[in-house]
């Protein structure tokens, strides 16, 4: 358990005082996280745990706003946009305090210092922090950001300026990511004086509505209430991550009232939880996409016939009713119907085995047919089960003669070997970052269909490609809303894949819980929460 | 006597290396790698790949990289885990009190039923008590333990809510740091009250758990152990010299049957790491067993090498000390090898 | 059900015709061991016949009735005796199915085991030496890590599948056999019958395989019978942490690890494949017991 000694002492006194019987009076809110962060410096992590346990903590430049995908002001009090696109200038928010934590006291407000700080870590690679805590930054390589930025300039302490190598419609969207935080400058030299820099990534300060107050790794993290939060402020006094992996004691400890808020709970308990009159489960449907891709540069998937007949075959209906298991509902297009540009005159194709095997032999198919159909060792937000989805493919291919091996791997090894082209056939999905149709489509473009691209259906279309392309440089939303349109109806003809589902992401929480928005980006955001 | 020992531990140094090496090199046979596996479904440029494998020297030779290791233990450094950042010995010291917590109580469990039980059974041979547990040892003894622990947290947690479902405290109304990392003695020495119950409570369940197996493996040792010294001489002879049946179960024939028991005792410690695994795995029990699951699934190679080779280290030290124990016990042993 | 398990016991057995005759005399007198024999022959009889036995295909998916229970339980049907899973498949037949994978895996361990861990004990007791410390070195070296440890470790290697599931478990369960045969061969090699076949030209193989080995069989046949049931229970644990059989293959373990989530809501999906590990790992393990007291006194224990 000393694992978190280290960490964990730095909030000790504090949370001693907390726990003792102050805490009474005390407003209390336990969230009952999936998991631990690997550590509380968003630019260095990918997954959604543990961004969700830096969340309370930082803001950004811009940001969502709560429940939606718009962008709002954040640390940034207003930005402008020159002309061509390519200079962004910030002006930043005055007043804002940094968080005061056991062995760091701020003696400066919020400045410009902190904004290149914290892109110039992920940046250059010359920076004091660059290679503290591993130093790897996904997200930023990710968003093409060095590749996207000329340089980022502070022309006085409230003005940052940001030039780019050429104009980008989605970036201010991801200046709104998690990866974007702003950090302390401040806090960061002190502890680089002392020695402990990597101190900086696990006991953060911010400037959210939350601050850190103590984390035990696989146990509890704390935090409480920022009085001088500049935004929406938090309506509790305390905030505590209670880390419970498993679905079933989440639910429980729900139950019991030792937690008020519970994430992704088992779709099979989520008729119970709907008749407990203690609990209420809202939903919203994902940002994603869990697909079946077909390898295109692989007979027979290379004639189109046989990739509709394969979308014919496999009765998606049951697929989301047992396996989805009402946390799902069945995608006919690549992007969620919550995406602007969304197709909704696209049609499915109707489950026909009979037509399928038909259409198979037709396309002289000798059947029966071997295949290979992957599936993920894992479980992803837009998909609970793969495992059992291939098995229910593999019950339903027998059936139009085309008998399926069920393949899989360790998921870093699946991934690539899926992105090399290895499967025939494979699953696989996608969770959107920052709700531009283009973060979905590039998924099928032909700059991404190469040995080791993420476009596993290998499937490069010249048709669909030039709107892809033309798209992205273009700002006019009605324009690039019309070519997106365009490319979903083509995607259903040619049929490169089979999408399977849009996962419904739900959440279940004590009755006196109020005032929690659900991120369609499946985060987790508490300022503004209440418990009765 | 201490000739004994010594050879015994010098015999158990070239196992200590081997399963070094072993592990070493099984280890990165495993497919898969510690960079790609914590990528999501974006994945990872190879020139990125490429940088962050040469930061943690999986770049360079694999024999290499073996010498580094070994030279590395023989100062006493495990390494630093590549997902957590943390040293690898820290890691597993902070984890296993929870393990060795969870495994003393299933033990106090299985000896404390399996052998008075057992003894009683062997007394009444023949009789109810005695056929009644049998039976039900031979059915622990069969108990696929992922299984049961399923089974008793569906009925004993979900549908009678007697116990938890999970972890060893109850975190939001306890809240200390750890001294010592048996969350019992913390959960005392914090003051907090009814921490220790809490503590406690959440203990029982994994420790039956672990406890079946032993405690039935137990019950069958001590009574067939007992019924054995019960049919020697001297105690059929103490027997008719008309000492007190107290007497002649608790000093003689108790005492002789417990030898082979306590060697059994000590010999389970393998089998229970192997339980542990399984018994964590299903109650969230932050111990070493869970840890090391996990670490395969991540391919923290140094995490992994580490934790088996320090779980095995403390069985074979554990194995070791029995057998010496056994040896002074019973010095026919020591040339018996 | 084992309540008269290891109650019967055995006296003095009249003179014996046969070995065999013996052997079966003795062992029958054991009724928990008989109950046992009855009990795993239905079990490797329904496997056998699993094509006319199973009500149906154990892959077949009825997706109109998915997450029956049994049908004496309220919304059960007779239809699907023992209910169905998460995807329709009917849970009986996927358990006598199952029965199958889980003997031939206990099967197969026992068989390797016991090839390999003959020849490596014999070799190693006969040889002697550096062959005999090194076979007890590498021996020793297994042992020391917690046997289920090793199995995940040598399937992650491997990959999962049900072939590799053998293999790691028969590496796992390989000292036990190899030190026995090791230590009855050490037993019996400065025997006066040894000595004589040696004194009369009997070599290499010869007397390994002729003139020792049938004498070290008891406790070796003990073990294999106690070995099966646990080689079961220890792929049973491969496939709950879902390194065994791969799907749709209607293995135990991962049967159970499969239907996990549902123990909240649909509990004798979860319950039943447990319990069918249980009664086969009890059946072997009575008939072993009976096995042991018949064939070799001195490790009688009760």
């Known amino acids: 358990m000393s694992i978190g000694l280290k960490r964990g002492l730095v909030g000790a006194a504090l949370a001693t005082l907390l726990m003792g019987t102050t805490a009474v009076s005390a407003k209390t809110l336990v969230y009952c996280s999936e998991g631990s962060p690997e550590n509380f410096t968003p630019a260095l992590n990918t997954t959604g745990t543990s961004f969700d346990a830096a969340r309370p903590i930082y803001n950004q430049l811009v940001e969502f706003e ?129 020695g402990k820099p990597e101190t900086f990534d696990q006991v953060p300060v911010g400037t959210g509505p939350f601050s850190f107050v103590a984390y035990q790794k696989d146990a509890v993290i704390r935090y409480k209430k920022n009085p001088d939060f500049w935004g929406e402020k938090a309506m509790v006094d305390d905030l505590v991550y209670a880390i419970t992996p498993d679905p079933t004691a989440r639910y429980s400890k729900l139950k019991a009232n030792e937690c008020q808020f519970v994430p992704y709970p088992r779709p099979a308990d989520l008729a119970e939880m709907q008749k407990d009159p203690n609990i209420q489960v809202i939903n919203q449907p994902g940002l994603n996409i869990a697909y079946w891709a077909f390898n295109n540069t692989k007979p027979p998937f290379d004639k189109k016939e046989v990739r509709q007949a394969f979308n014919m075959a496999i009765d998606k209906a049951s697929i989301i009713k047992d396996v989805y298991q009402g946390t799902g509902q069945a995608a006919k297009n690549l992007i969620p119907p919550t995406l602007w540009s969304y197709n909704d005159s696209v049609k499915d194709y109707p489950y026909d085995a009979a037509k399928a095997k038909e259409m198979l032999e037709k396309a002289g198919v000798k059947l029966p047919l071997e295949i290979d159909l992957w599936y993920m060792p894992v479980q992803r937000p837009y998909n609970p089960n793969a495992k059992r989805i291939a098995e229910m493919m593999q019950a339903d291919l027998a059936k139009v003669g085309v008998n399926a091996k069920l393949v899989t791997y360790e998921w870093g090894e699946y991934r690539k070997r899926a992105q090399q082209g290895e499967p025939m056939t494979v699953q696989l999905g996608w969770t959107g970052d920052n709700g531009d149709p283009d973060n979905f489509f590039f998924l099928r473009g032909c700059s991404a269909a190469g040995a080791g691209g993420q476009n596993l259906t290998k499937w490069c279309n010249k048709e669909f490609d030039d709107r892809l392309k033309k798209a992205a440089s273009t700002a006019d939303v009605k324009e690039r809303t019309k070519l997106y349109e365009e490319m979903q109806v083509i995607m259903k003809e040619e049929a490169p894949d089979m999408t399977i589902a849009h996962s419904i992401v739900y959440e279940v929480m004590r009755k006196g819980v109020t005032g929690y928005k659900q991120s369609p980006f499946g985060g987790h955001k508490f300022n503004g929460v209440d418990v009765q | 006597m201490f000739k004994f020992l010594l050879r015994r531990a010098a015999l ?151 116990t938890p479902v999970s972890g060893r405290i109850d975190l939001i109304k306890y809240y200390f740091e750890p001294v010592t990392g048996f969350m019992l003695i913390d959960a005392l020495l914090s003051d907090q009250k009814g921490a220790f119950w809490s503590a406690l409570h959440h203990l029982v369940l994994p420790a039956i758990v672990l406890g079946t197996v032993p405690l039935a493996t137990l019950a069958r040792m001590t009574r067939s152990s007992m019924l054995e010294v019960l049919s020697e001489d001297y105690v059929r002879t103490a027997r008719a010299k008309g000492l007190s049946p107290f007497r002649v179960i608790g000093l003689h024939a108790l005492r ?64 070791l000390t029995v057998d010496v124990l056994y040896g002074s016990i019973n010095p026919r042993i020591r040339h018996g090898r | 059900m084992a309540a008269d398990a290891a109650v019967a016991e055995v006296h003095a057995v009249p003179a014996p015709p046969g070995p065999l005759r013996a052997f079966w005399a003795s062992f029958s007198e054991n009724k928990g061991a008989v109950f046992g024999l009855v009990l795993l022959s239905i079990i490797v009889l329904v496997a056998i016949f699993a094509e006319f036995v199973a009500p149906y295909s154990p892959i077949e998916q009825f997706r109109e009735f998915s997450k ?220 072993g017991d009976g096995l042991r007291d018949a064939l070799d006194p001195k490790l009688k224990r009760s």
């Open chain 1, 66 to 194: 709560r429940g939606s995908t718009k962008v709002g002001p954040g640390l940034a009090e207003s930005w402008t946009v020159s002309e061509d696109g390519t200079v962004i200038t910030f002006k930043l928010r005055k007043g804002v305090k940094w968080h005061t934590v056991t062995g760091f006291k701020p003696t400066r407000e919020f400045n410009a210092d902190d904004v290149l700080w914290s892109f110039n870590r992920q940046w250059k690679p010359d920076h004091p922090f660059a290679k503290v805590s591993g130093g790897k930054y996904d997200y930023f390589a990710d968003m093409d950001m060095p590749k996207l930025l000329k340089s980022l300039e502070k022309k006085d302490d409230y003005t940052v300026v940001m030039t780019l190598n050429q104009p980008n419609a989605p970036i201010l969207a991801n200046l709104a990511m998690d990866f974007a935080s702003i950090q302390s400058a401040e806090y960061a030299e002190q502890l680089l004086k002392s």
């Open chain 3, 68 to 287: 029956l229970p049994p049908f004496w339980v309220e919304g059960g049907t007779t239809k699907f005796w023992l209910g169905t899973d998460a995807l329709g498949r009917d849970t009986l037949s996927r358990l006598i199915y199952g029965a199958r994978i889980s003997l031939f895996i206990g099967l197969a361990v026992m068989v390797v085991s016991i090839a390999i861990g003959v020849s490596l004990g014999l070799v190693a007791a006969f040889a002697g030496g550096v062959v005999d410390v090194v076979i007890m070195r590498v021996m020793d070296l297994i042992i020391s890590v917690p046997g289920l440890v090793l199995a995940i470790l040598i399937v992650a290697v491997l990959g999962p599948s049900l072939a590799n599931t053998i293999v790691a478990v028969t590496i796992v369960f390989l000292p036990r056999y190899v030190r026995l045969v090791r230590a009855s061969a050490m037993g019996e090699i400065n025997k006066e019958y040894v000595t004589a076949a040696r004194v009369a030209g009997v070599k290499g193989l010869r007397l390994m395989l002729r003139t020792v080995l049938p004498n070290c069989l008891a406790p070796l046949i003990v073990q294999a019978a106690l070995g099966v049931s646990e080689a079961i229970l220890e792929a049973a644990a491969l496939g709950f942490l879902g390194l065994g059989a791969q799907p749709p293959i209607p293995e135990w373990g991962s049967m159970l690890a499969d239907s996990r989530e549902f123990i909240r809501s649909n509990p004798w999906i979860v319950t039943l494949p447990g319990l069918a590990i249980l009664v086969t790992v009890i059946s072997i393990n009575l008939m």
């Open chain 2, 12 to 162: 158990t140094l070239p196992t200590f290396f081997a399963l070094m090496f072993v592990t070493f090199f099984a280890i990165r046979l495993v497919p898969g790698d510690p960079v790609e596996v914590r990528t999501g479904e974006r994945g990872i440029s190879p020139e990125r790949l490429a940088q962050f494998r040469h930061e943690l020297g999986l770049d360079r030779p694999i024999w290499q990289q073996f010498l580094d290791y070994v030279w590395n233990l023989l100062h006493g450094d495990f390494g630093t885990s590549i997902v957590t950042n943390e040293r690898v010995l820290t890691e597993f010291f902070a984890l296993f009190p929870a393990t060795l917590e969870l495994s003393f109580f299933a033990m106090v469990f299985a000896i404390g039923i399996g052998i008075p039980a057992g003894v009683i059974a062997a007394l009444k041979r023949g009789s109810i008590f005695d056929q009644t547990l049998m039976g039900l040892s031979l059915t622990g003894f069969s108990m696929p333990i992922f299984w049961w622990g399923l089974l008793l947290i569906m009925l004993v947690s979900e549908r009678l809510g007697l």
């Open chain 2, 256 to 319: 002789n049957a417990l030898i082979p028991v306590v060697t059994i005792v000590g010999l389970q410690v393998g089998s229970l790491m192997a339980g542990a695994v399984l018994t964590e795995t299903i109650f969230s029990w932050p111990g070493v067993g869970k840890w090391l699951i996990e670490s395969i699934g991540r391919r923290d190679y140094p995490a992994l090498q580490g934790g088996i080779l320090l779980i095995s280290s403390i069985v074979i030290l554990v194995n």
